[in-house]
């Protein structure tokens, strides 16, 4: 027996254009591209396409963009990564714009018809920060098989367009000072239900009802600095591990490993920077444990960061040090681009553009020539640029 879903969207208005009742369906086709539904009566073929609504702005925030229908199994996991989330927003905010001593964060408010939504904040140009972003989503939608792939380790994609819950913190930090690292920290909690396949942009069928729901999380804190400071490295590591030991010894030199192999630029053969944890598809352990470790290391990033930018963000530097920094920050935009599964994940599903691509800096550089006036693209061995060059092509253990 098939079961109908209907999801009501902007891009059909709520209104299904026609159906299927279940007794006449004599087959079902699906591929990754389009569903075939044959009955008694014809035979039609409709494309598979990410569901996901457009947002809308608001005038202010909610207290929660969780639907009231969220059900209890999941409910009390979703609202407390929520007020999680939303707390470390505003912690981490309200140590930026202090350190910045004048700038302050531009906010956007978004929804979404069918539920969900999120705060955006972004400071740019600051007295410190070239660009600083923290932002927080709460996400339904129903994504295609290769943004399945793209949300999850493991490369197995489902048959079907598969209904989704996200909800996440994503946060990314350009210091102006290339003496003055920049730090990405995103936490995500994720549910996934069973496939469905599609009868029409609004209608959608599921042969497996009542099927399990899957559930993991996944995140991590990263440092990307242009110039090595051995204190600032081992700092910043010190405190991913204590906040990983507090749950696992295990946790840090496994989740550490993981980080540098993630943050790898296989067409450069180097790593975007110094490391730090990175965990994905995270279910092997009790619900509850996960989110409070999870809240832990979101609770952290202030303390692992700015101590470091309080002692480099008035360093004195040259035209020299700034190209370099430009340089290392085009391999980040790299990475970004081209690797990056949350990058992929948000373009695959229709996600809010202004959102997934802050994470870039405003400014990069990137040198054609590699035996530059300036060196910057193979620098001398044993200049500082070779140490942080030598550091992300042969990761180092810094605690």
């Not at 996934?192 to 999380?217: E, H, L, N, S």
């Not at 993630?262 to 352990?285: A, M, P, Q, S, W």
């Not at 193979?378 to 810094?398: F, R, T």
Request: with cysteine.
């Amino acid at each position: 027996m098939l079961t109908a879903t209907t999801f009501p969207t902007t891009n059909c208005g709520g209104v299904r254009s026609w159906s299927i009742p279940d007794s006449s369906i004599t087959s079902l086709t699906t591929t990754p591209s389009a569903v075939t539904i044959r009955s008694r009566r014809a035979s039609r073929s409709y494309p598979v396409r990410a569901m996901i609504e457009k947002e809308r702005a608001e005038t202010q925030r909610p207290d929660t963009f969780l639907r009231e229908t969220d059900d209890n199994s999941s409910g009390d996991v979703r609202t407390s990564f929520e007020k999680m989330i939303r707390e470390a927003q505003d912690s981490v905010c309200s140590a930026i714009e202090a350190v910045d001593g004048g700038g302050n964060f531009k906010e956007d408010v978004w929804s979404r018809p069918g539920g969900g939504g999120g705060i955006s904040r972004v400071l740019q140009d600051g007295a410190v920060w070239e660009k600083a972003a923290v932002n927080v989503s709460v996400v339904y939608g129903v994504m295609p098989p290769e943004a399945y792939r793209a949300a999850t380790a493991n490369g197995n994609a489902k048959p079907g367009p598969v209904p989704f819950f996200a909800a996440g913190i994503s946060s990314v930090l350009h210091p102006k000072n290339p003496f003055a690292p920049t730090l990405h920290f995103n936490y995500r909690y994720f549910e996934t239900d069973a496939p469905k396949v599609m009868v029409t942009p609004c209608q959608y069928y599921t042969d497996a009802p009542g099927a399990p729901r899957d559930w993991w999380f996944g995140g991590g804190t990263d440092l990307t600095p242009a110039y090595i400071f051995e204190e600032d490295v081992k700092h910043f590591h010190s405190v991913q591990k204590s906040a990983c030991d507090k749950f696992d010894p295990s946790f840090y030199p496994r989740f550490k490993k993981w980080c540098d192999d993630y943050f790898y630029i296989k067409h450069r053969d180097e790593r975007r920077g110094l490391g730090g944890i990175f965990f994905d598809d995270l279910n092997d352990y009790d619900q509850q444990m996960l989110l409070s470790f999870a809240t832990e290391c979101a609770g952290s990033v202030v303390a692992a960061y700015i101590p470091i930018i309080e002692r480099r963000k008035d360093t004195p530097f040259t035209d020299q040090h700034k190209a370099w920094q430009q340089l290392r920050r085009g391999r980040y935009v790299e990475f970004n681009l081209v690797y990056d599964r949350g990058t992929t994940f948000g373009l695959k599903t229709g996600g809010r553009i202004e959102s997934i691509l802050v994470s870039l800096p405003l400014t990069a550089r990137w040198e054609y020539d590699h035996h530059d006036a300036l060196g910057m693209q193979q620098p001398e061995e044993g200049s500082e640029e070779w140490k942080l060059l030598d550091a992300c092509i042969n990761p180092k253990e810094w605690v």
